[in-house]
């Protein structure tokens, strides 16, 4: 059985400030792992996504996130946070490889709050 | 390719009404989800289809829920009898296969919040 973990409901930071939103999963073959953003009463989008390649995965409005087999983890980092990057993030988990996507268990989310 | 839509988007109902949200995903995607989100919760999966087939169901889905997908395109969600505790956000979702490799990502619609009263 695959599950998720964020640690932290809620998480500020400064504008310009390191976001680091964390992500452990548990997962009995290898997993995928994805990132979504939900801004209010919007559905889902994706930030980036792992699929047994780099283990280093960039996605879009500079966000990236990194697999650690070791310590069963994949943290959502960006540099330097945007007051547009205030949202609900999401860590999500699928079996792969041979789920074609969708069916996922979602972490119960992390509200990054971006301060000026 | 106008994206997953869902409608309505919104939707106030009396405890005991039956309701029903539909589902439009992106055209040729085989895989349609459900999933309900209720509030501070991240998305729960309810059930997929592959084409017009409803090949898994969750636990969740209980028998006052039915989905369908009658021509493997747009999929209806129906409840029956409402109670307050249905009350949540109904995210619909499509993924397809990409050529020979195996599809990874689901694409989201933006919800149908239902209100129980």
């Known amino acids: 059985a695959q599950s998720v973990t964020q640690l932290g409901s809620h998480v500020s930071v400064s504008e310009g400030a390191l976001v680091l939103l964390r992500c452990n999963y548990s997962?009995?073959?290898?997993?995928?792992l994805f990132w979504y953003v939900q801004y209010p009463n919007q559905g889902l989008q994706l930030l980036l996504k792992y699929t047994s390649a780099a283990t280093l995965v960039k996605g879009i409005n500079g966000f990236e996130a990194e697999f650690k087999k070791s310590e069963t983890s994949f943290h959502l980092t960006k540099p330097s946070a945007h007051m547009s990057d205030a949202a609900e993030y999401f860590c999500?988990?699928?079996?792969?490889?041979?789920?074609?996507?969708?069916?996922?268990?979602f972490g119960q989310g992390t509200e990054l709050s971006v301060k000026p | 390719d106008t994206g997953v839509s869902q409608n309505p988007r919104h939707k106030i109902t009396k405890r005991g009404q039956n309701v029903t949200f539909r589902c439009d995903p992106i055209?040729?995607?085989?895989?349609l989800y459900w999933y309900r989100q209720t509030l501070g919760q991240g998305p729960e999966f309810l059930t997929y289809f592959q084409n017009e087939a409803q090949l898994e169901k969750s636990r969740l889905l209980s028998d006052r829920f039915s989905a369908e997908r009658p021509k493997g395109s747009f999929s209806t969600l129906e409840i029956q009898r409402t109670e307050q505790g249905d009350s949540a956000m109904y995210l619909c979702?499509?993924?397809?296969?990409?050529?020979?490799?195996?599809?990874?990502?689901?694409?989201f619609g933006q919800g149908t919040r239902l209100t129980v009263v």
């Open positions: 055209s040729e995607h085989n895989r």
């Open positions: 997962s009995s073959v290898p997993p995928y």
């Open positions: 999500a988990v699928t079996p792969g490889p041979y789920n074609q996507g969708g069916k996922l268990i």
């Open positions: 979702a499509s993924s397809a296969p990409t050529g020979g490799r195996m599809n990874t990502e689901a694409f």
